[in-house]
């Protein structure tokens, strides 16, 4: 709460609704990894705005979550240029290795695959996100090792 406070007094007091982007990526984070309705409802409290107006934005942007996520979190990009350049490959081969589909975790709570829009790395497809780090020019090879490295820093 302190931290929103702080962030709150950078806006005047009729524009604090201009901090929701902030002030959920400090719920996400205090709550879990991910979003629910009371957590939304809650940052509506703080900003004196609509619940839905909370919810519009949580659900747009792909870096926040409205259901849980696993302890790491593959965000594929399946925009046009990652999918010309083997990004459905790439998706196909990580739901098979993982046993799951994008928007689905891992039964021991690992792994989360999630398609996103593009991130901004078109000239390195097929690439995938896994917190602030990109992996590029990926191959089943390197899913392997990423995987394999990600189980065995978050295990």
């Not at 010309?84 to 021991?108: C, F, H, M, P």
């Not at 896994?130 to 990600?150: C, N, P, Q, R, S």
């Amino acid at each position: 709460m302190v931290e929103v406070s702080r962030l709150l007094s950078h806006y005047p007091a009729d524009r604090q609704k201009s901090a929701l982007l902030p002030v959920l990526h400090i719920a996400q984070k205090e709550f879990g990894g991910w979003l629910n309705a009371e957590s939304m409802d809650y940052v509506a409290r703080l900003l004196h705005i609509h619940p839905i107006e909370v919810y519009e934005v949580a659900t747009f942007y792909s870096m926040f979550h409205t259901e849980p996520v696993g302890k790491v979190l593959i965000e594929v990009c399946q925009t046009g240029p990652c999918c010309l350049n083997g990004a459905e490959r790439i998706i196909s081969y990580i739901e098979k290795k993982l046993n799951i589909k994008v928007g689905e975790t891992t039964r021991d709570g690992m792994f989360t695959l999630k398609g996103v829009e593009c991130l901004g790395a078109c000239g390195y497809a097929p690439m995938f996100q896994i917190g602030e780090t990109f992996y590029e020019h990926l191959t089943e090879e390197k899913v392997d090792a990423i995987l394999a490295d990600m189980r065995s820093k978050n295990s």
